[in-house]
């Protein structure tokens, strides 16, 4: 345990029962969500799905989503950017606003990484008390280094048209780089025919692969960057911004950036040490436990940031 909190910041991770998805683990997120802002399922006019870990290869998690929530026909995408997709979201729903497109837009963000971990028997990390097969025992460590980041969660917002001045998107900074696009990853996929196979399971290749040292090199020089950069765009002094809310992927990643920012600890806050890793959910679960607390209110001005794998990295500037 204290070998992986000192490296990632990470005492303990959730992760749902086999059998459910995303879609299910999204909709009380999602329910939640639109209660707090007093409005109906049948009120919206877009879903933005961002999930890595879909029910099913196709089709996307979005619809499912609108059927379970009572809006089948409300048109519903998954997004697929992976650990930055909030970035992206908001990207995209604030042109859809700004458009007159739509004027409610459900954002959420679920994933189910159970799926993926490197290990077979689930008893053990539920308390069982053996030891792992010699196998399991082989697969986690050759994948430690992934294996003790990733939690299942979800998290859901509701971004809508206001008339109020100032108030939304007021700047974005968003970046893909595919040279990097193996830095961290799943090997399988449909250049393999068939696309699953003994070889997949036998082979490890549903399980992501990562340069850690890279993703992080890339990480604490790309996001200040793109922090200053949507700051300037935004004419928002780094010191006037109240909260950086950086996607919870390891404590160490976020700590150096917040150092070359120049910005104090208090300004950043974080919950990794509670949920791990869970990529697209991270922002919007961490957004929802400062809404309850009170630390995150209207009028306040936010920079969000994210990397995720493709690479794919931002940040942008609301105004609450």
């Known amino acids: 345990d204290e070998w992986i909190l000192q490296r990632t910041g990470i005492a303990q991770r959730h992760y749902c029962p086999e059998g459910i998805g995303v879609s299910e683990l999204a909709l009380p997120a999602a329910r939640k969500a639109l209660e707090m802002a007093g409005r109906a399922p049948e009120e ?30 409300v048109p519903a995408l998954d997004i697929r950017t992976q650990c930055a997709a909030m970035i992206y979201s908001f990207q995209l729903a604030s042109s859809l ?55 299942d969660g979800a998290g859901a917002l509701l971004l809508e048209a206001r008339e109020e001045a100032g108030a939304g998107l007021l700047s974005l900074d968003v970046h893909s780089d595919g040279r990097q696009a193996r830095k961290l990853y799943i090997p399988a996929g449909f250049r393999a ?54 996607h919870q992927a390891n404590q160490r990643i976020n700590d150096a950036v917040r150092e070359r920012l120049g910005v104090p600890a208090e300004k950043v806050p974080s919950n990794i040490a509670r949920y791990g890793n869970t990529s697209a959910a991270t922002i919007p679960i961490l957004m929802d436990e400062m809404r309850r607390d009170g630390r995150l209110s209207s009028g306040q001005t936010v920079c969000l940031l994210a990397l995720g794998a493709g690479l794919h990295w931002g940040a942008a500037v609301l105004r609450l």
């Open 44 to 73: 919206l006019d877009y879903i933005l799905f961002n999930t890595m870990t879909p029910d099913h290869v196709f089709p996307g998690s979005g619809p499912l989503l609108g059927a379970a929530l009572g809006c089948p026909g």
């Open 97 to 151: 606003i700004a458009s007159g497109a739509a004027r409610h837009i459900l954002i959420v963000g679920a994933e189910a990484h159970a799926g993926f971990m490197p290990w077979r028997d689930w008893d053990i990390l539920d308390g069982a008390d053996r030891k792992p097969s010699e196998a399991d025992w082989r697969r986690a460590t050759d994948h430690r280094g992934l294996a003790i980041l990733f939690g």
């Open 193 to 246: 025919r068939p696309f699953v196979s003994q070889r997949t399971v036998d082979e490890d290749l549903m399980i992501p692969t990562m340069e850690g040292r890279d993703v992080f090199r890339t990480a604490v020089s790309r996001l200040p960057e793109s922090v200053r950069r949507a700051c300037n765009q935004a004419r928002v002094k780094l010191e006037d911004v109240d909260w950086f809310i950086a």
